[in-house]
Nanobody
Framework: QVQLVESGGGLVQAGGSLRLSCAAS????????MAWFRQAPGTEREFVAV????????YYADSVKGRFTISRDNAKNTVFLQMSSLKPEDTAVYYC???????????????????WGQGTQVTVSS
């Protein structure tokens, strides 16, 4: 049984910062990549950032590049998302996702990921 538990969401003013965490438990020995997605009301879930577990290489959506940073703690099986210069349009439920097999498609495709967290709300006020 694999579980992903997100934390760190909340309400912040525009221009502020938040740091999200996602801790993986259960069968954590086969970690290929972990990612963050987000979903605002009435929209589809969209890719935010991904980090490959062994190499640490990262990839970001254009909308967050330069403002968000994804990182990991291998020993704690935890992935982080440091969000800075937040904008009202960043308001969404943020989901952590885990991939345990090599990518067969694009890293920004939600269907590539086998496990998901329950989500944490991030609200940015103007």
């Amino acid at each position: 049984q694999v579980q992903l538990v997100e934390s760190g969401g909340g309400l912040v003013q525009a221009g502020g910062s938040l740091r999200l965490s996602c801790a993986a438990s259960g069968r954590t020995f086969n970690n290929y990549a972990m990612a963050w997605f987000r979903q605002a009301p009435g929209t589809e879930r969209e890719f935010v950032a991904v980090i490959r577990w062994k190499t640490g290489s990262t990839y970001y959506a254009d909308s967050v590049k330069g403002r968000f940073t994804i990182s990991r703690d291998n020993a704690k099986n935890t992935v982080f998302l440091q969000m800075s210069s937040l904008k009202p349009e960043d308001t969404a439920v943020y989901y952590c996702a885990r991939k345990v097999t090599p990518f067969s498609g694009a890293v920004f495709t939600s269907t590539e990921y086998e496990y998901w967290g329950q989500g944490t709300q991030v609200t940015v006020s103007s």
